[in-house]
């Protein structure tokens, strides 16, 4: 079946330390890939997306994803998390076919300690 | 700058008693979606319009219309709304690279039914 998974529900890191958020898809073709950021009380705000080309993309706020065919994995990373960072990250998918509508994995809660 | 602006950021609404939440954006976009994002859940597609072309998403209740005026505004109307119905309400629209699912969100009403 198609589908999104985001495997960790929460991750906890120190301030300071670095991060990897996990997403990984089920499609037969790649789909198109984003990463969302969502702060408590506030709508998505896209962090980076992949359509094509160099696999490893950069976004804002210094995060970056790299895009992975053989593991079917588009996961999110930053070298040193900040403890503004602390939100739900989503990843998303836009099925080559069907790409006006964005396939959502179940998010990753994100806790950062001091 | 160019944003999709959302009004207003709390509703309060009784039990049956129909409620009209607004969306805007000055990123002159041909396509707005509306989704429902219930507490610790990815967002859910109700339904989108390109330019005023209407799209249902199957299983929207029937509870649930949207207007689309102009390219600037869309409305979401919910005409009973039952306490399944409180929500994070986000609008979203997607430019250029709509055929690729890029999307951009406003910041969500919350909707709260007693």
Wanted: aromatic share 14%; net charge positive; proline share 6%.
């Amino acid at each position: 079946a198609q589908s999104v998974t985001q495997p960790d529900i929460h991750i906890t890191v120190s301030e300071g330390a670095s991060l990897e958020l996990r997403c990984n898809y089920s499609y037969g073709a790649t789909p198109y890939l984003f990463w969302y950021v969502q702060s408590p009380g506030q709508g998505l705000q896209l962090l980076l997306k992949y359509f094509s080309g160099d696999t490893l993309v950069q976004g804002i706020k210094g995060f970056e994803a790299e895009f992975k065919r053989s593991q079917s994995s588009f996961n999110l990373r930053k070298p040193s998390v900040h403890w503004s960072d602390a939100a739900e990250y989503f990843c998303a998918v836009a099925p080559r076919g069907s790409s006006y509508k964005l396939i959502f994995g179940s998010g990753t809660r994100l806790l950062v300690r001091p | 700058d160019a944003m999709v602006i959302q009004n207003p950021r709390y509703q309060v609404t009784q039990f049956g008693k129909p409620v009209t939440l607004s969306c805007s954006q000055t990123l002159n976009h041909n396509v707005m979606y509306w989704y429902q994002q219930k507490s610790s859940q990815a967002p859910k597609l109700l339904f989108h319009y390109y330019d005023k072309d209407f799209n249902n998403e199957a299983d929207t209740p029937d509870n649930f219309q949207s207007r689309r005026p102009n390219t600037s505004f869309c409305f979401l109307d919910i005409r009973s709304p039952g306490l399944g119905d409180a929500a994070m309400y986000l609008c979203a629209t997607s430019g250029r690279d709509w055929g690729k699912g890029e999307q951009y969100f406003g910041p969500g009403t919350r909707l709260t039914v007693t």
